[in-house]
Structure formats: C-alpha cells, structure tokens
C-alpha cells in the first residue's frame, strides 16, 4: 500500500511541475542545441500488439546518437521536443535507462 501511495504522490507531483504557468521554453535550433549537448538525440517509434486486449502500444524512444539532427516537425506530442534525427543510429555506449 506504502508502494502504491509513493507512486501517485510522484506522479502528481511530476505533473504538476510540468503545468508551471511561467513556462518560458522557446524552441532552439540544432546549431544552439550541440554548443550544450555531448550527443544528439536519436528519435524512433514502436508499434506493438496487446493480444490479450487485442490493442496497439505505442512507444516512442529516445537515445543518444552522433547523427545529424533534423528538426522535429510533429505537434502530436503532448510535451515540446529539442531537435531530434528520427530512426538514427545508436552510440555504442553504454548509457542509463530512464522511463
């Protein structure tokens, strides 16, 4: 029960840090993004099947990779995106796993 009270209280407090009402992000070019950055960011996209609910799973990935960027049009996200070269090649490195 501890477990599962932790969790929500994380969700919400994750979510409501990202409805901040000062929002002053703007949308950077590649050129401003790899001054700061080590890697650029890979972009793919996974189409899965729940056969038990008979559903598709959408998952979106992002990785480190030494590609060029390429400017990530789509406004189908619910968040805003940095720069991002989609289907790229991964660094061959070994890196930790966020969800």
């Not at 038990?52 to 400017?71: A, C, F, G, Q």
């Amino acid at each position: 029960m501890t477990k599962r009270i932790f969790t929500i209280i994380s969700i919400l407090v994750i979510f409501l840090n990202s409805c901040n009402i000062g929002d002053d992000y703007k949308q950077i070019s590649y050129m401003e993004f790899i001054k700061t950055h080590r890697y650029n960011i890979g972009q793919t996209k996974l189409e899965l099947n729940d056969e038990k609910r008979n559903r598709p799973i959408k998952v979106e990935i992002w990785y480190p990779t030494k590609d060029t960027l390429k400017s990530n049009g789509t406004l189908d996200y619910p968040f805003k995106l940095p720069p991002t070269s989609r289907d790229a090649d991964i660094v061959p490195e070994n890196f930790p796993l966020i969800f």
